[in-house]
């Protein structure tokens, strides 16, 4: 399961990059990575502080890209 984020530059809002995290290697339900989700948005961006997550959704691993996100 991926945990998929197009995330912003906090001081150029309009500068926006996407980012992939895998939520789990096994194939597990959409809703495993939605309640473990706000956990892993927290640890990232306590890493990246630059930056803000601006949208996000949890997709199995072999479905990647932001179509409809």
């Given at each position: 399961?991926?945990?998929?984020?197009?995330?912003?530059?906090?001081?150029?809002?309009?500068?926006?990059?996407?980012?992939?995290?895998?939520?789990?290697?096994?194939?597990?339900?959409?809703?495993?990575?939605?309640?473990?989700?706000?956990?892993?948005?927290?640890?990232?961006?306590?890493?990246h502080?630059?930056w803000?997550?601006?949208?996000?959704?949890?997709?199995?691993?072999?479905?990647?890209?932001?179509h409809?996100?």
């Amino acid at each position: 399961m991926e945990l998929l984020m197009i995330v912003c530059l906090l001081a150029t809002p309009a500068h926006c990059r996407s980012e992939s995290l895998t939520v789990s290697i096994e194939e597990a339900p959409p809703m495993q990575c939605m309640m473990t989700a706000q956990q892993t948005i927290a640890q990232w961006t306590a890493a990246h502080p630059k930056w803000q997550v601006a949208r996000w959704r949890c997709v199995p691993s072999k479905r990647k890209g932001f179509h409809n996100i």
